[in-house]
């Protein structure tokens, strides 16, 4: 039998901005910690137990499409289209997906502080206190985020730069040309007036030493030569960018193409994109950065072809936004020899059995049900992050367990620590 993980990037995508973020001054401020020989802070010993409310339960009956939340303050279900939900269980046609409310899935402070894969209920009911007595920064809780793209890469922030590479905490650009469509129904890379295709490269991060000032060098592919630029103010929030007129704007209303806060990068709801070349080299064939590339003065003019050879690139598909949380992580598939279709899926709080034998072996009457993984669990912050909660999905049942199209019940299981 083989596991195969379809993809680890986004996990470590995650944590690798916390350490982005704490690296740029996150979670600051003097240290009284006692520290080892080698100068590495050891958490505060946390002596009394800060989850007082022990084994709250949430059951849901879903039904597809729909969406339910949760709110560990009340320990009660609560309509998602307020601000005070904290868990958000999003039931699609067959599976669910998770989410906190924080970054681009709500308005709140919450996040997560591991996926599934990462932690156990049995090591996390021996935690105190979730914030390690103050010492855990607020970054190490991950977000939810935005996937696309411009934001899928192994580097933990964006496709279009590297961050550190001359210990100086900056972002150096790769001038990776992006292709962005108004036309998702049509692979042609050359647009029309109505319709048009852009090729983008992002070449700059700052405005003298202030970070969040995103320039942008783009044709429109029917004009390849046309080469322009724009230069947009990503610090205070969104900046939506309209490459069909030059402009961009902090109204989300409009016919923009894509959007940064930051170092995160949305498309509009009606645009597909993809990376359509890596100019050479800037990386090894392996992957490795190559430093002094990235330091080369004239790495602007150099890349300048790479931008308009994009007019004649290839495309299969084009991508669009998803929304990224770490309680979803990137399924874990367990084949058996012989067979084509996996033995079982491994979601995280839950899995999947495709076949009868395996199903059989998990306890299930038939293939294709689902079952709990209550081993696994995560912590999450809520909407206002003062409160945290250890949860897992304790049981998930079949009202019919000989019918896998029979309703199903999932009760989740939490520990809280109250906001003090």
Partial sequence: MTFLNLNSAKLFALSSLSLLLVACGGGGG?????TTGGGTTNPPVVNTDLFTVK???????????????????????????GADWDLKFAMGTQNPVFFTNSGVSGSGTGGALYSPFDATW?????????TQAGSLPASAWSVDA?????????NGVSGFFEYDLFGDHRMSPNFKTYLITTDTGSKNVIGTLEKPVFAVQIYNYYQGTNSGYISIRYINTLYPNDVKTITVDATQGWRYIDLAIDQSSDQKQGNWQFAFNRYNVQLNSNIGATVAAQPAGFYTAEGAVINDKFKDANAYSSTEAD???AAAATVTKWGS???TSVLNPNPVMRFIEGERSPAEVKYGFFNYYGLTASAAEAGLSTAHMLKADSKAATMISGNTGRSYARMHLKDLSYANPQDRLSATTWTFEFDIQPAK
């Fill in 30 to 34: 003097n240290d009284s910690n006692a």
């Fill in 321 to 323: 936004n998803t929304i």
């Fill in 307 to 309: 931008l308009k050879a």
């Fill in 122 to 130: 049995e090591n996390l009911l021996k935690e105190k206190d979730a």
């Fill in 146 to 154: 935005y996937s696309n793209a411009f934001m899928d890469s192994t």
């Fill in 55 to 81: 084994a709250k339960q949430w059951s849901i009956q879903p039904v597809a499409n729909t969406s339910y939340c949760y709110d560990i303050d009340t320990q009660a279900e609560i309509s998602c289209e």
